[in-house]
């Protein structure tokens, strides 16, 4: 079992930056893979970025690839995601979730895919 609690949200100009950070308790967190979400108002949630265990590959959405870089430590038990050159659409509340066992292609970037999940944190950018 692993819990997550998200920080790092606010609100920013567009083309600033945020760091987001997700910390998980639990002594496993390294096996876990982990994701980003966000969730506009009205919109359902949606992929942004995911990292395998090892941190070897990472996923990203077409919308924030080239801008937003997702990282993790698995000493510390975070996972980060920096978000660069923000835009007004980037506005939602971003979720950071966890899956504990064995992903292939597409299942990356799928809400069912995975186990747990924090309770958000909003990021709000204004034009």
């Known amino acids: 079992q692993v819990q997550l609690v998200e920080s790092g949200g606010g609100l920013v100009q567009a083309g600033d930056s945020l760091r987001l950070s997700c910390a998980a308790s639990?002594?496993?967190?390294?096996?876990?893979?982990m994701g980003w979400f966000r969730q506009a108002p009205g919109e359902e949630r949606e992929f942004v970025a995911a990292?395998?265990?090892?941190?070897?590959?990472?996923y990203y959405a077409n919308s924030v690839k080239g801008r937003f870089a997702i990282s993790r430590d698995n000493a510390k038990n975070t996972v980060d995601l920096q978000m660069n050159s923000l835009k007004p659409e980037d506005t939602a509340v971003y979720y950071c979730?966890?899956?504990?066992?064995?992903?292939?292609?597409?299942?990356?970037?799928?809400?069912?895919?995975?186990?747990?999940w924090g309770q958000g944190t909003q990021v709000t950018v204004s034009s």
């Open positions: 979730a966890a899956v504990n066992r064995q992903m292939y292609g597409s299942s990356w970037y799928r809400v069912s895919s995975y186990d747990h």
């Open positions: 639990g002594r496993t967190f390294s096996s876990y893979g």
């Open positions: 990292i395998r265990w090892s941190g070897s590959t990472t």
